[in-house]
Nanobody
Framework: QGQLVESGGGLVQAGGSLRLSCTAS????????MGWFRQPPGKEREFVAS????????YYSESVKGRFTISRENAKNTVYLQMNSLKPEDTAVYYC????????????????WGQGTQVIVSS
């Protein structure tokens, strides 16, 4: 798999929504589990959501469950993160990543990362 490029970040008020996209270059996108991680200011990178490579089973961190939705469109080599009911604590740089595993929630199991997109949620 080639380069991952995120887009869709920005500044939004609390309670608002954003949709992040991550598009992969190269082939065989459908053979990779995909994940979203985030790194809040001054904190370590943390798992947000992941989606399996074959049946699109999804996994979420407790902090975003019920508010965020991960999905993938293999024909477009793209994975999305729909973020609703945003809170100031969702402020972070958001990264997408790819793993050769079916799915994973640990960052060290991902071997291909995008450059990140900034999300700022104002109160």
């Amino acid at each position: 798999q080639g380069q991952l490029v995120e887009s869709g970040g920005g500044l939004v008020q609390a309670g608002g929504s954003l949709r992040l996209s991550c598009t992969a270059s190269g082939r065989s996108f459908s053979n990779y589990g995909m994940g979203w991680f985030r790194q809040p200011p001054g904190k370590e990178r943390e798992f947000v959501a992941s989606i399996s490579r074959y049946d699109s089973t999804t996994y979420y961190s407790e902090s975003v469950k019920g508010r965020f939705t991960i999905s993938r469109e293999n024909a477009k080599n793209t994975v999305y993160l729909q973020m609703n009911s945003l809170k100031p604590e969702d402020t972070a740089v958001y990264y997408c990543a790819a793993t050769a595993l079916n799915a994973a929630t640990r960052a060290d199991l991902y071997n291909n990362w995008g450059q990140g997109t900034q999300v700022i949620v104002s109160s």
